[in-house]
């Protein structure tokens, strides 16, 4: 009997530690859309000093930064659009239709009681599982994903602060974002699409044609104009990245987006939530700013926006399956904006 009880405590403890172990391997699977890297000491203005500094000495290149204009200004929150050389040599043979991936956000901003500035990113890990997952090369870009995740950290080490590593909501499995296609219940407002799928063309035209193209949508773009966080028919020009040789990022905020992302996003949320700072949405301040692509694919030349139910999933599904019920319009809306905003480009003309 004892001989048995003996076997049987040793069967249950492997099976203990077995469980542990794939809960373990579960666990450091799952990644935060955003990561949280620095609890700064400083004041905002403080940490944001410090950032353009250590920003300026690194090897990454500042393409635009953006102070976002959300509710009643209680809060401060600033976005760098950066990009990291490295990370674009590793990917300079992928699809041009994937530069979404090489477009990297730091997010600097007011949270919680006392109103402390902290430091996040755009974790590249994880966009790298989305807009990657098709690659031969995928373990390769993964990797580099990984090194300018450790160059951002770097970077902001040298900001005032405590260093931290905090997965941020929406978190998921790295199998769920190579698949990436909305979530639960809410992929059918995705329409159940994924990076690929949800790519919508805007216009074409002819391949030899893209760098008049790329013309034709920076002036279109830059004579927008953004009419404040009632309106949401204008936006404003942030960025223009050229991704290699056949593609280019243009990176558009307006008011409107600013303040209904930030501010649906904190409507269900608690933690983080204060008197002095009540929208704890400002976390996710580096889903800013909007995209437009051009990519030439070696047929054609495309112009680009994502459907933004999809986007608005893909960044702010923690928001809670009643927000996206209760501002179902909200996707719409600011897609429609872009597309109309674009509609000059359309046309041709003789000179670019």
């Known amino acids: 009997m004892s001989k048995n009880m003996s076997r049987l405590t040793r069967l249950s403890t492997l099976v203990f530690v077995l469980v542990m172990g794939i809960n373990h391997a579960l666990a450091a699977e799952e990644y935060g859309i955003f990561e949280r890297i620095l609890e700064a000491s400083g004041t905002f203005n403080d940490t944001t000093t410090a950032l353009d500094k250590a920003l300026a000495e690194s090897k990454l290149t500042l393409r635009a930064q953006r102070d976002l204009v959300f509710n009643d200004k209680v809060q401060q929150a600033r976005v760098y659009v950066v990009t990291s050389p490295a990370y674009m040599e590793a990917a300079k043979g992928e699809s041009p239709d994937t530069i979404s991936a090489q477009i990297l956000r730091i997010g600097v901003y007011e949270y919680g009681e006392g109103k402390k500035t902290h430091i996040d990113i755009t974790n590249p890990v994880a966009h790298a599982m989305v807009f990657y997952s098709g690659s031969q090369d995928y373990d390769k870009l993964i990797a580099a994903a990984k090194a300018v995740a450790q160059e951002f950290r770097d970077v902001v080490a040298k900001v005032p602060g405590k260093a931290v590593q905090v997965q941020l909501e929406p978190i998921r499995s790295e199998k769920t974002l190579k698949k990436f296609n909305g ?25 030899e044609n893209f760098a008049a193209v790329v013309a034709r949508v920076e002036r279109a773009l830059a004579a927008s104009q953004d009419k404040g966080v009632g309106d949401s028919s204008g936006w404003r020009l942030l960025s223009k990245i050229p991704v290699g040789a056949n593609a280019v990022y243009f990176g558009i905020t307006n008011e409107y987006t600013e303040n209904k992302c930030i501010g649906i996003n904190s409507d269900f949320r608690s933690e983080g939530k204060a008197k002095d700072a009540p929208h704890p949405g400002v976390d996710h301040a580096p889903a800013m700013p909007m995209e437009v692509l051009v990519i030439n694919d070696g047929k054609e030349t495309k112009v680009i926006q994502y459907g ?42 003789a000179s670019p």
């Open 183 to 207: 979530d639960g219940p809410a992929k059918m407002m995705a329409k159940f699409r994924n990076w690929k799928e949800s790519q919508n063309e805007v216009f074409n035209d002819k391949a």
């Open 308 to 349: 933004e139910m999809w986007r608005m999933q893909l960044y702010f599904w923690d928001s809670g399956y009643m927000a996206f019920a209760k501002n179902t319009l909200i996707p719409s809306i600011i897609f429609s904006s872009i597309d109309q905003a674009l509609k000059p480009a359309t046309v041709t003309s």
